[in-house]
């Protein structure tokens, strides 16, 4: 029987576990190498980190901080930034951001409007840790993704008076606001815009503030409203923000364990950095320290601890092992030495009775090991199995059955895939297969068995509210059919987060086409008067003849793409909502992008589907003009596409900013009507907006028309729409 306890232990050595040991603190776990610095003051630097006055060997490269000694007390920094803390595991550290801010007063303006950069280092702003935060009511904000992670996100608000519902503690939109940042991001800028330069608002707030900050410590309070010193006599200037930290460039699968350069030493494992920038190591199962360390990941002691053993029965034995430990009985004692209910109690035997239970325990040891052995094989399929139950729960599968057994329209188009068939589709979700990121979640370039390329979208779900919306998503874009529209094939529920499968469309964004620098490929006015009507006869369809209306809310040039023959499919519905028949509006947050938002959803909080008219206007004018939307290239006045495009018409030469290549190709007559068209989507009254489906009716005329359409009176639409658009 004793044959059979040690093969029992064996098979529970090899059992993975389910959690880790964490690192002990204790002074006898090395963190450093042998004669070199672990602390600055008060704050620990683990090795792969070194401070500078040490050997090289005494960090890894990129990992080298600076103890400045001059300031009493001393105090760590990166470059110019403090570090406040930092942790092996997680892999992250805690420094102090600067504040960007806008103040205005009766003669001045001033502001300061900070960036970021550890493109340098091996380091990360934390997306998990960290949350973009504006304050103010008069103003947008917003943080810009630099050096080849572009992105733009952000905030805007507008509250005219103290009694307009601030809640300590709540920055839910009002007085503050909080947005994501997406991951991997390495660099940043940030902005902010008055919308009246604080006039409405300064005796209560004549400032606005920007910062990314760590999600944990930042509390908004009323206060934080009242102005720019005393913002700062409380101390916030700077305020603290996360950043991860990675071995970075490879995976862990990718990494070659013979390598030199290889991280991870002795008794320690590899595992891939949530960051997605590269692989971090841990100490193996039974072991504690730093895992970055030749020999600093230490045998734990369990039968030191009894609280940390099984030896519980009477007189068992614990004895400590590499990487665990094992119970038995003492000599001429028999028993289970670490269940107390068994024992460990005297057993004489005679000699032919010990080799005949020899004999019997190998026996019954090889029986055991298979019986365990098929066990192990069936909890692991059960956990599995649990797994998926419990992913497809939280991903709204319970929902989205409930929708399609309630629901009369067939959905036998919309596939179920499994997660095992999405990660073989994007070789387990590659960085190189990345066609795009954004706020809602990553896209990635697919093949399924069948051959088919796709595109698969693994969706960002923060709330309830959002999930229920996503299933909502599914169930309808299942039911759309629309050449202009992207196909949605399926989803996946069982994976630890949702993912969608799009039709693959190959040829890239209608933003990059627009603003892209080579002149060799053609972009003729014909192909763009083709695209902005296939746009707005999509986002008529999802209007009107959608099986529920659908405002789309994010048209955007970026969100339109386009296949090999330029024919455009409308995409990304991720913050699209299902209006009911009998709705006239939604009342939201203010989510979109910056220059195409609807000015009157500013006010209103209030989105049309008149709302989607004016981004649509937007977009022709990018098509016209192929000038960006918000462009620091241009004066501060014109900084936006719309009000660029008003003082164009107001000086009388409108005609100077149209892209050359249109104003050869187009007609006068054509490019007069579609500018004319744009102006009327860009009304800042919604109710004297065109509908999308007069916008898509109006285009195809253009397109099929020897002879333009009837175009209204220019000069007093141009001057309404002028004075109205300038006073935003």
């Keep these: 029987m004793a044959l059979v306890g040690m093969l029992l232990l064996q098979l529970l050595l090899w059992w993975p576990p389910t959690t880790a040991i964490s690192i002990s603190s204790s002074s006898s776990v090395a963190m450093v190498k042998p004669h070199c610095k672990g602390k600055c003051w008060n704050v620990t630097v683990p090795y792969p980190f070194g401070l500078d006055d040490d050997p090289i060997s005494c960090y890894r490269e990129g990992f080298k901080l600076n103890c400045s000694t001059t300031l009493d007390p001393p105090q760590l920094y990166i470059g110019n930034t403090e570090v406040l803390e930092m942790s092996l595991l997680p892999a992250q550290l805690r420094v102090l951001n600067y504040i960007g801010y806008d103040c205005y007063n009766s003669t001045d303006n001033d502001y300061d409007f900070p960036s970021f950069n550890v493109s340098a280092r091996p380091f990360t702003f934390s997306d998990t840790g960290n949350r973009f935060t504006v304050i103010g009511c008069d103003n947008y904000a917003r943080i810009t993704g630099l050096n080849g992670r572009n992105f733009t996100s952000g905030c805007s608000m507008i509250c005219n008076d103290q009694q307009?519902?601030?809640?300590?503690?709540?920055?839910?939109?009002?007085?503050?606001?909080?947005?994501?940042?997406?991951?991997?991001?390495?660099?940043?800028?940030?902005?902010?815009?008055?919308?009246?330069?604080?006039?409405?608002?300064?005796?209560?707030?004549?400032?606005?503030?920007?910062?990314?900050?760590?999600?944990?410590?930042?509390?908004?309070?009323?206060?934080?409203?009242?102005?720019?010193?005393?913002?700062?006599?409380?101390?916030?200037?700077?305020?603290?923000?996360?950043?991860?930290?990675?071995?970075?460039?490879?995976?862990?699968?990718?990494?070659?364990?013979?390598?030199?350069?290889?991280?991870?030493?002795?008794?320690?494992?590899?595992?891939?950095?949530?960051?997605?920038?590269?692989?971090?190591?841990?100490?193996?199962?039974?072991?504690?320290?730093?895992?970055?360390?030749?020999?600093?990941?230490q045998d734990v002691d369990e039968c030191a601890d009894p609280a940390t053993n099984e030896c519980k029965a009477p007189l068992?034995?614990?004895?400590?092992?590499?990487?665990?430990?094992?119970?038995?009985?003492?000599?001429?004692?028999?028993?289970?030495?670490?269940?107390?209910?068994?024992?460990?109690?005297?057993?004489?035997?005679?000699?032919?009775?010990?080799?005949?239970?020899?004999?019997?325990?190998?026996?019954?040891?090889?029986?055991?090991?298979?019986?365990?052995?098929?066990?192990?094989?069936?909890?692991?399929?059960?956990?599995?199995?649990?797994?998926?139950?419990?992913f497809f729960e939280r991903n709204g599968g319970l929902l989205l059955q409930e929708k399609i057994l309630s629901n009369e329209t067939s959905f036998e188009k919309l596939k179920v895939f499994t997660a095992k068939e999405l990660e073989n589709a994007t070789d387990y979700y590659n960085e190189d297969r990345i066609?795009?990121?954004?706020?809602?979640?990553?896209?990635?370039?697919?093949?399924?068995?069948?051959?088919?390329?796709?595109?698969?979208?693994?969706?960002?779900?923060?709330?309830?509210?959002?999930?229920?919306?996503?299933?909502?998503?599914?169930?309808?874009?299942?039911?759309?059919?629309?050449?202009?529209?992207?196909?949605?094939?399926?989803c996946c529920l069982d994976a630890e987060f949702p993912l969608l499968i799009y039709e693959f469309i190959s040829g890239g964004n209608l933003a990059e086409r627009i603003h892209e620098k080579n002149k060799d490929l053609l972009f003729s006015w014909n192909i763009r008067l083709?695209?902005?009507?296939?746009?707005?006869?999509?986002?008529?369809?999802?209007?009107?003849?959608?099986?529920?209306?659908?405002?789309?809310?994010?048209?955007?040039?970026?969100?339109?793409?386009?296949?090999?023959?330029?024919?455009?499919?409308?995409?990304?519905?991720?913050?699209?909502?299902?209006?009911?028949?009998?709705?006239?509006?939604?009342?939201?947050?203010?989510?979109?992008?910056?220059?195409?938002?609807?000015?009157?959803?500013?006010?209103?909080?209030?989105?049309?589907?008149?709302?989607?008219?004016?981004?649509?206007?937007?977009?022709?004018?990018?098509?016209?003009?192929?000038?960006?939307?918000?462009?620091?290239?241009?004066?501060?006045?014109?900084?936006?596409?719309?009000?660029?495009?008003?003082?164009?018409?107001?000086?009388?030469?409108?005609?100077?900013?149209?892209?050359?290549?249109?104003?050869?190709?187009?007609?006068?007559?054509?490019?007069?009507?579609?500018?004319n068209l744009a102006m009327r989507c860009l009304n800042t009254s919604g109710r004297e907006r065109p509908t999308m489906m007069e916008v898509a009716s109006e285009l195809e005329r253009l397109r099929r028309s020897d002879e333009p359409s009837v175009v209204p009176d220019n000069g007093q639409e141009v001057e309404i729409f002028i004075n109205e658009t300038l006073s935003l």
């Design 435 to 490: 066609l795009g990121r954004g706020g809602q979640g990553t896209v990635y370039k697919g093949m399924l068995a069948d051959g088919r390329i796709v595109a698969v979208k693994k969706v960002k779900i923060v709330d309830e509210n959002r999930l229920k919306q996503f299933i909502n998503e599914i169930v309808i874009l299942s039911q759309i059919n629309h050449r202009n529209v992207v196909k949605l094939f399926g």
């Design 164 to 297: 307009s519902g601030f809640i300590n503690g709540s920055c839910s939109g009002i007085g503050c606001c909080q947005t994501s940042i997406p991951k991997g991001l390495k660099s940043f800028k940030l902005y902010i815009d008055s919308y009246n330069n604080h006039t409405d608002v300064s005796d209560f707030n004549p400032c606005a503030y920007a910062f990314l900050v760590d999600s944990e410590w930042y509390n908004f309070s009323v206060s934080d409203l009242r102005g720019y010193k005393d913002f700062y006599n409380r101390n916030r200037q700077n305020v603290p923000m996360v950043l991860d930290w990675a071995i970075e460039n490879y995976p862990c699968e990718n990494v070659s364990r013979s390598d030199p350069s290889y991280a991870c030493r002795n008794n320690s494992e590899c595992f891939n950095s949530p960051n997605g920038r590269g692989y971090l190591c841990n100490c193996s199962l039974g072991y504690q320290g730093n895992p970055y360390l030749d020999d600093g990941c």
């Design 530 to 675: 083709k695209i902005a009507t296939e746009i707005a006869s999509a986002v008529a369809y999802l209007h009107s003849a959608a099986s529920i209306p659908i405002y789309y809310r994010d048209i955007k040039s970026s969100s339109i793409l386009l296949d090999e023959k330029y024919t455009a499919k409308v995409s990304d519905f991720g913050i699209s909502r299902l209006v009911e028949n009998d709705k006239t509006h939604l009342t939201t947050s203010v989510q979109g992008t910056f220059g195409y938002f609807d000015p009157e959803y500013f006010q209103s909080y209030q989105f049309t589907e008149k709302s989607d008219v004016f981004s649509f206007g937007v977009v022709l004018l990018e098509l016209l003009t192929v000038e960006k939307t918000i462009s620091s290239s241009r004066s501060s006045e014109d900084r936006c596409l719309v009000t660029y495009f008003a003082s164009s018409v107001r000086e009388d030469h409108f005609f100077k900013i149209l892209d050359p290549q249109i104003k050869q190709e187009g007609k006068t007559e054509e490019l007069q009507a579609v500018a």
């Design 316 to 390: 068992a034995i614990c004895t400590n092992m590499p990487g665990g430990y094992n119970c038995s009985c003492p000599d001429g004692m028999d028993g289970d030495g670490r269940k107390s209910g068994s024992g460990c109690t005297a057993h004489p035997k005679k000699q032919s009775a010990v080799m005949e239970e020899v004999a019997l325990g190998v026996g019954l040891g090889i029986v055991m090991l298979l019986a365990i052995y098929w066990l192990y094989g069936v909890l692991k399929k059960r956990h599995l199995r649990r797994r998926k139950e419990i």
